[in-house]
C-alpha cells in the first residue's frame, strides 16, 4: 500500500515549536515534490510549503515565511516541517503529499497534489 503518514503534531505554546514529519512507505520520495498543507474546522485548505523533487526550490505561504522550514531526508523516505514561533493562527490539521508536477503554481494548490497523509492535529494555545 502507498502510504504517506504525518506525525509530530500536538500542543504548543505560542512561541514555541514543533517538528513535523512525513513518513512514506510503498515507494520513495525521491521522484515527488512534498507538499505541505493546513486545514482548520470551517475553513478552507490551505498551502503552507512545498519543496521540488530535486530539493532545490522550496516556497512558503506569507502566513508562515521565516518561521517554518520544509526539509527532506530521502534516505529516510521522510519530509520535515520545522515550525519556530508558533501563533495561535497556526492551530489547525496539518498534511503533507506528494506530486509529480514541477509546476510552481499547482505546487501551491491541493489539486497538483495526488497522495495524502491523513493529517496530524497542531494546537497552539496557552
Known amino acids: 500500500q502507498l502510504r504517506l503518514v504525518e506525525s509530530g503534531g500536538g500542543l504548543a505554546q505560542p512561541g514555541g515549536s514543533l517538528r513535523l514529519s512525513c513518513a512514506a512507505s510503498?515507494?520513495?520520495?525521491?521522484?515527488?515534490?512534498i507538499g505541505w498543507f493546513r486545514q482548520d474546522p470551517g475553513k478552507e485548505r490551505e498551502w503552507v510549503s512545498y519543496?521540488?523533487?530535486?530539493?532545490?526550490?522550496?516556497a512558503y505561504a506569507d502566513s508562515v515565511k521565516g518561521r517554518f522550514t520544509i526539509s527532506r531526508d530521502n534516505a529516510k523516505n521522510t519530509a520535515y516541517l520545522q515550525m519556530n514561533r508558533l501563533q495561535p493562527e497556526d492551530t489547525a490539521v496539518y498534511y503533507c503529499?506528494?506530486?509529480?508536477?514541477?509546476?510552481?503554481?499547482?505546487?501551491?494548490?491541493?489539486?497538483?497534489?495526488?497522495?495524502w497523509g491523513d493529517g496530524t492535529q497542531v494546537t497552539v494555545s496557552s
Open positions: 510503498g515507494f520513495t520520495l525521491d521522484n515527488f515534490a
Open positions: 519543496i521540488s523533487q530535486s530539493g532545490y526550490y522550496m
Open positions: 503529499a506528494t506530486s509529480v508536477l514541477t509546476i510552481t503554481e499547482r505546487l501551491m494548490r491541493a489539486d497538483g497534489y495526488v497522495y
